[in-house]
C-alpha cells in the first residue's frame, strides 16, 4: 500500500513539472510572438478596426490566457493520450482556439484582414504542437 502512494506521489510531481514546463513554455513563446508581431502585423489592423491606437485591457488578456492554460491542461494534456502523437491532439486544439478567435473577428470586423487569420490561426497550430511534441506523456 505504501509503494501505491509513493508511486501516486510521483506520479503527481512528473505530471506537475511536466505541466508547469508547457504553461512557462506556452507563456514565452506567446511573449515572443506577441512582442515581435505587433509592430508588424496586430497594432496597424486593430487601429484600422477601431480607428484609435491600439492599447490593450490587460484584465480581458489575462482572462483569456487562463482560459487557453485551462485548455492545455484540460483538453490538450487528456486529449493526447488518445493519439499516437501529442503535437496532432496539441496542434488541432490550437488550430481550434485561435481559428474560432480569428474567423468571428473576421465575421464581425469587415477591416479584418485575411492575411490576419491565417496568420493568426497557423500561430495557434505551430504554438500548440510544439507543446505537443515537448509533452511527456510518461
Not at 489592423?45 to 485551462?70: C, E
Not at 491532439?89 to 477591416?111: D, E, H
Request: hydrophobic share 50%.
Amino acid at each position: 500500500k505504501i509503494f501505491e502512494w509513493i508511486k501516486n506521489i510521483y506520479i503527481y510531481i512528473i505530471w506537475y513539472m511536466n505541466t508547469t514546463q508547457l504553461i512557462v513554455l506556452y507563456m514565452t513563446m506567446e511573449y515572443v510572438w506577441i512582442s515581435s508581431m505587433t509592430p508588424l502585423l496586430y497594432k496597424q489592423v486593430f487601429s484600422d478596426i477601431q480607428r484609435a491606437p491600439m492599447k490593450p485591457n490587460m484584465t480581458y488578456a489575462m482572462m483569456a490566457y487562463v482560459l487557453i492554460l485551462i485548455s492545455i491542461v484540460y483538453i490538450c494534456i487528456p486529449l493526447s493520450k488518445v493519439y499516437s502523437h501529442a503535437w496532432i491532439a496539441f496542434g488541432l486544439v490550437g488550430l481550434c482556439l485561435y481559428g474560432i478567435y480569428n474567423t468571428t473577428s473576421a465575421a464581425v470586423f469587415t477591416k479584418y484582414p485575411l492575411d490576419m487569420v491565417i496568420i493568426d490561426t497557423l500561430w495557434g497550430f505551430i504554438c500548440f504542437s510544439i507543446l505537443g511534441l515537448m509533452y511527456s506523456k510518461d
